[in-house]
């Protein structure tokens, strides 16, 4: 079936460096793709989406790749902060569609 | 501005009883969605609201679940006779809405319910 999925649940990156955050899909289909970060006892918040027909995307301190031929989408964050610490989950979506799927989740965390 | 809010922020209830969730979206936002989140899991989506009407309820679980918007504002999900396998975090999320472009991508998240089914 159609999924979005991450490679790895959990993170462990040292303040500074930049982290890498990683989803696989499968759906060929997905118009969007979209990352929420969700830190502890709140609701996921938007971060960055990036459309089907790009291979990039840059935000402040973060880019998003999109690589079709393999299926993968990153989230790349320059400088990790502690405040950086949560749980990142990718989303698609199809265009003339409101509904997003989500993964699973990959849980960062910060090393001071 | 105020975001989306939640009430309860917490619910514990016993095996059998009903119980009610309230979601309040951001003002002019005609989109409006529930999803479950059980421990450790992603989200899943349960029903989508635009405006008052819900043209997907088939994430509901089951016909214990129920859900209702009025004046394309305040929401509420019903669960009739919990379970313990309804325990999870009830979020709701609203947004802007439109056919358009990325308009459905950016949802603005409530801190959600967190329910205990005893």
């Known amino acids: 079936g159609e999924s979005v999925g991450l490679h790895l649940p959990t993170l462990s990156v040292q303040e500074g460096d930049n982290s890498i955050i990683n989803c696989a899909y499968s759906?060929?289909?997905?118009?969007?793709f979209i990352w929420y970060k969700q830190e502890s006892g709140k609701g996921p918040q938007f971060i960055i989406d990036?459309?089907?027909?790009?291979d990039k995307r840059q935000g402040q301190r973060v880019t998003v790749l999109l690589n079709k031929t393999v299926k993968h989408l990153s989230l790349q964050i320059a400088a990790t902060q502690p405040g950086d610490s949560a749980v990142y989950f990718c989303?698609?979506?199809?265009?003339?569609?409101?509904?997003?799927?989500f993964g699973a989740g990959t849980t960062v965390t910060v090393r001071a | 501005g105020a975001g989306v809010s939640q009430s309860p922020s917490n619910k514990v209830t016993e095996k059998g009883k009903d119980v009610e969730l309230r979601c309040d979206p951001i003002?002019?936002?005609?989109?409006l969605y529930w999803y479950r989140q059980s421990l450790g899991q992603g989200l899943e989506f349960l029903i989508y609201?635009?405006?008052?009407?819900?043209?997907?309820k088939s994430g509901l679980p089951s016909d214990r679940f129920s859900a209702e918007r009025t004046g394309g504002s305040v929401s509420t999900l019903t669960i009739q006779r919990t379970q313990q396998e309804d325990s999870a975090v009830y979020l709701c999320?609203?947004?802007?809405?439109?056919?358009?472009?990325?308009?459905?991508?950016?949802?603005?998240f409530g801190p959600g319910t967190r329910l205990t089914v005893l």
């Open positions: 999320a609203s947004s802007l809405g439109g056919t358009s472009g990325g308009a459905y991508n950016e949802q603005f």
């Open positions: 003002s002019g936002h005609t989109a």
């Open positions: 759906n060929s289909a997905s118009d969007y």
């Open positions: 989303a698609e979506r199809r265009a003339n569609d409101y509904k997003l799927s």
């Open positions: 609201f635009q405006g008052n009407s819900a043209p997907d």
């Open positions: 990036i459309r089907s027909n790009m």
